[in-house]
């Protein structure tokens, strides 16, 4: 299976350094599958402007076309003001409707607030549900103290990132076969 | 010409192609685009000998596409047949010259002797704009403005116009005319019912494309269509409708879903980046879906359905899509010939009183 790991913000590093871990981890311990990771710091994004995906160019155009070319998007986002990071809705935007249909997707929120823990259910999660994800519905929440430079300090979280990891794996694996199924009840 | 649709002849009934230069999925391979522009006149020329009644050619300038110069296309197609309409499907008019459009449609409307029909859209992918020299950002104004133009041109003979996105014209006389003063100009419409709507402001008809769905959704989008035009002092009776879709027929419903989803979904695939997912394809064999995919008589009966709840004059048929080997749409033009459209025609004709 494709996999790609995003992480969607440029500024800081605890998104970053939670999404390497989880590339690092899958690379690792599955290296049965193809795992990319797109830190969205290191490209050059252009604003989504409406066109087809397929007709951006240089970055845009690899970010959206390795987007849609996965079967497992495992996102990493920081809470910016209430919400996620404009960088990362440009990312959203630059798709077409239903793109996430048939693929699973995990999330691994950083925040430096506890008080942010349900952003992404009311943030996050709709745009996912509209996108026509898979949506992995537990998703890892990650604050500062866990962080020690760019290194995952706490074993709990390690833990909970090797489940989100697990988990979309699984559930792939499960919609996989779904579809398997359901194209031999079809018979086309 | 002002379009004349005669209810005692029935639904009208044509093809028409996007002109896409796609592989066939069953083998992978891709003919030439010379051999596929050739099968598009042959294509033509067999619609014309079963008594279709039009065969329209669309405008793409993207990768996996071989009529950009549709209007060229057209010219050949006129030559080689004799009684079916011909016209685009559609021409962008956004990234064209009106003035030039109009020149080689009223041209294409005296080789074919007053055959000719236009169908102006705005395009659905958005390459063409650099490609040609537009910037994006005028992607609503540029149509209105052409759109506009276009319709002025057909109305006068000697132009005389300003505008934002072409210098402007004095005393123009725009020639050649066509055979019969004017030709039927068409807005065609995708699936969002803001472009219905201003389409019924204009009040002129309307090409509405729908690749699946119920057909209840797309009868609010045509009566939205009307009652607009009607609330802008257009008369609904007169603007003509045209629905366009997806069409493949075979012996049952599933060998016909059989046969045509790996060139919608592949084709999709390349041309849009995303394949039809086959759950909603398979509910396209449904009677009051708008695809009109099954066996014969299940073809019939949508169509039948359509016109009944859409009341439009004229449905094209979608058919080539993503490869499609010509030997299949040989056959599909054999089944419309002898079974659908002698049937579509006896139960949409109004009967004399």
């Known amino acids: 299976m494709k996999i790609v790991v995003l992480s969607g913000s440029i500024a800081g590093s605890k998104t970053r350094s939670a999404a390497r871990y ?97 952003i992404p259910e009311i943030q996050l999660k709709p745009i996912l549900s509209y996108l026509k994800a898979h949506i992995v519905e537990t998703y890892v929440f990650i604050e500062e103290r866990s962080f020690q430079g760019s290194s995952i300090v706490d074993d709990d979280v390690r833990f909970r990132l090797q489940r989100l990891i697990d988990d979309a794996l699984t559930l792939a694996d499960v919609y996989a076969r779904v579809r398997e199924l359901k194209d031999e009840q079809y018979g086309f | 010409m002002e379009l004349q649709f005669d209810a005692n002849k029935g639904l009208e009934f044509g093809l028409y192609t996007l002109g896409d230069h796609l592989p066939d999925p069953a083998t992978g391979r891709r003919i030439s685009a010379e051999q596929r522009i050739q099968e598009i006149i042959q294509l033509a020329t067999l619609a014309d000998q079963a008594g279709l009644d039009f065969f329209s050619v669309g405008e793409s300038h993207q990768e996996g596409f071989a009529t950009q110069a549709h209007a060229v296309v057209l010219s050949a197609v006129a030559q080689a047949t004799r009684q079916i309409r011909v ?211 299940e073809i019939i009966e949508k169509i039948l359905y359509q016109h009944e709840q859409f009341g439009m004059q004229r449905y094209i048929a979608q058919m080539d899509f993503g490869g499609v080997p010509f030997e299949r749409l040989q056959h599909n033009i054999e089944v419309i010939a002898g079974e659908i459209l002698p049937a579509v025609r006896k139960y949409t004709r109004k009967e004399a009183a």
Do not use: C
């Open chain 2, 87 to 297: 016209s685009s499907t559609s021409t962008i008019i956004s990234t064209s010259d009106p003035v030039r459009v109009y020149e080689n449609f009223a041209t294409l409307d005296l080789i074919s002797g007053g055959r000719a029909e236009i169908v102006a859209g705005r395009a659905s992918r958005i390459g063409l704009f650099e490609l040609l020299g537009y910037d994006i950002r005028d992607y609503e104004d540029l149509y209105e403005e052409k759109f506009e133009l276009l319709l002025q041109i057909n109305r006068e003979e000697v132009v005389n116009w300003e505008g934002k996105f072409r210098a402007p014209l004095r005393e123009a006389r725009i020639l050649p005319r066509p055979v019969g003063g004017t030709l039927p100009i068409w807005r065609a419409v995708g699936g969002s019912v803001g472009s219905a709507v201003k389409a019924g402001r204009l009040g002129v008809p309307m090409v509405l494309a729908h690749l699946g769905g119920p057909v209840s959704s797309f009868k609010g989008m045509i009566d939205v269509y009307r009652e607009t035009a009607a609330e802008h002092g257009h008369d609904p009776a007169k603007l003509p409708v045209a629905t366009a879709g997806f069409f493949h027929v075979a012996d049952s419903s599933q060998q016909a879903l059989r046969e045509l989803y790996p060139h919608i979904n592949e084709g999709m695939k390349i041309t849009n980046g995303r394949g039809f997912p086959k759950q909603l394809f398979a509910q396209g064999v449904d009677p009051h879906n708008v695809m009109n995919i099954g066996s014969p008589q």
């Open chain 1, 22 to 118: 989880t590339a690092e981890y899958l690379q690792e311990h599955y290296a049965e599958h193809e795992t990319a990771l797109i830190d969205l710091a290191e490209y050059a994004m252009e604003f989504a402007d409406g066109r087809n995906y397929l007709d951006y160019r240089g970055d845009t155009g690899m970010v959206a076309q390795s987007i849609m070319a996965s079967d497992i998007l495992l996102l990493g986002s920081p809470i910016y003001q209430a919400s996620i990071p404009g960088v990362l809705k440009n990312v959203f935007d630059l798709l077409p409707g239903d793109a996430l249909r048939d693929k699973v997707v995990g999330m691994f929120i950083t925040a430096g607030s506890q008080r942010h823990n349900l």
